[in-house]
Nanobody, 127 residues
Framework: QVQLVESGGGLVQPGGSLRLSCAAS????????MGWFRQAPGKEREFVAS????????FYTDFVKGRFTVSRNIAEKTVHLQMDILKPEDTAVYYC????????????????????WGQGTQVTVSS
């Protein structure tokens, strides 16, 4: 069964860190560009970060640049999102995403470019 399974969410104080992980199955992982999106209550799902199939290129939305880092381990078929200097406005459900092929880097922020979503993991930043 093709699926993405996230883990690593939780409650953290402002300024703290969390590391999200996504375990992938299905299509050969080495050919899959992957991404992270998030959705806060009452808001639309939005792009956070993405990484190309080879891992050689990464993309970030402006409000996480310098704070979040996306990476992947091809051998373990996992994608990670290291989140540092967390802010209350980072509170959301975070979703792992696999882009459909062929992938265009011009569409990495487009939710319609995603063919498979994980179930989501809650991240809450609060004192």
């Amino acid at each position: 069964q093709v699926q993405l399974v996230e883990s690593g969410g939780g409650l953290v104080q402002p300024g703290g860190s969390l590391r999200l992980s996504c375990a992938a199955s299905g299509r050969p992982f080495s050919t899959s560009p992957m991404g992270w999106f998030r959705q806060a209550p009452g808001k639309e799902r939005e792009f956070v970060a993405s990484i190309t199939a080879s891992g050689s290129n990464t993309f970030y939305t402006d409000f996480v640049k310098g704070r979040f880092t996306v990476s992947r381990n091809i051998a373990e078929k996992t994608v990670h999102l290291q989140m540092d200097i967390l802010k209350p406005e980072d509170t959301a459900v975070y979703y792992c995403a696999r882009y459909r092929l062929p992938f265009s880097v011009s569409r990495y922020a487009d939710t319609t470019a995603v063919e498979l979503w994980g179930q989501g993991t809650q991240v809450t930043v609060s004192s």
